[in-house]
């Protein structure tokens, strides 16, 4: 793996779901592109397809037609187990709430991502150190969701995201429950390890601020995606 590989690919994805006696069109060829070490933005009306579109790129969801290639793994050619294969792992998700686990710690949340996948030995620990010391959460390895900020359980959940070692990160609104600041810092955090850890990383916000911290700022529209600025220098 290496940076600027395209990780994440949709090609021609199109979504249609039934909506009465009519064919609703929530996706209408998209194609995207999403390199490794760098970040996209899309934005979009509510109801525009933004959750959609993560889902299937995801590969939580099939699309109607058209594809997804995830690190060069066509979805379209896979079979349903060998896909939450590749969904497990290389892709991560970060929502809109951290979703965390009551009671454990901040480093047990990351922890318990490598005990399920049967890697947690001494590395694993100190991936789960080096991330949350890097998301600023270096002094707080011992706290308990309740015992952080909405934005610091946001960052462990970032943290936790790279636990797995994805090369996409996929994250829905992952600001929106968060006061400006709070939401800065997210989505600072979220610059910063996309281009560390060399992941693509699709960010989905309601609120279209903090643009300038991503590469590319696109925007959901009609089902399509559109450039909602020019790409950075
Ligand atoms: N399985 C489904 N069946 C019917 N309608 C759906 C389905 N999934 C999503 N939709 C509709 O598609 C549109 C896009 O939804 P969504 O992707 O959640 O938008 P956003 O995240 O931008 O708010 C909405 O109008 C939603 O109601
Ligand atoms: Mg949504």
Request: avoid cysteine; glycine fraction near 6%; aromatic fraction near 2%.
């Amino acid at each position: 793996m290496t940076a600027n590989e395209v990780a994440l690919q949709l090609d021609h994805v199109t979504v249609r779901v039934r909506d009465g006696d009519e064919s609703l069109t929530i996706l209408d060829g998209v194609d995207l592109d999403a390199r490794r070490g760098e970040m996209v933005t899309v934005t979009g009306r509510s109801g525009s397809g933004k959750s959609t579109l993560l889902a299937v790129a995801g590969l939580l969801r099939q699309p109607t037609s058209g594809d997804v290639i995830i690190d060069g793994q066509r979805a379209s050619s896979l079979t349903a187990r060998q896909r939450s294969r590749v969904r497990r792992d290389h892709v991560a998700f970060v929502h809109q709430f951290a979703q965390l686990f009551p009671s454990l710690r901040a480093i047990e949340q990351l922890e318990l991502v490598a005990h399920i996948r049967g890697e947690l030995d001494d590395r694993a620990r100190r991936r789960a150190r080096e991330l949350l010391g890097e998301l600023g959460l270096g002094d707080h390895l011992d706290r308990l969701p309740a015992q952080l900020s909405g934005g610091e359980r946001q960052r462990v959940a970032i943290a936790r995201a790279l636990m797995a070692h994805p090369s996409v990160v996929l994250a829905d609104e992952p600001t929106s429950a968060l006061d400006p600041a709070r939401a800065r810092q997210v989505m600072e955090a979220l610059a910063d390890e996309t281009r560390r850890r060399e992941v693509a990383t699709i960010v989905v916000i309601h609120d279209p601020t903090h643009l300038e911290l991503a590469d590319r700022n696109l925007e959901l529209m009609d089902g399509r995606l559109h450039m909602a600025q020019l790409e950075r220098a």
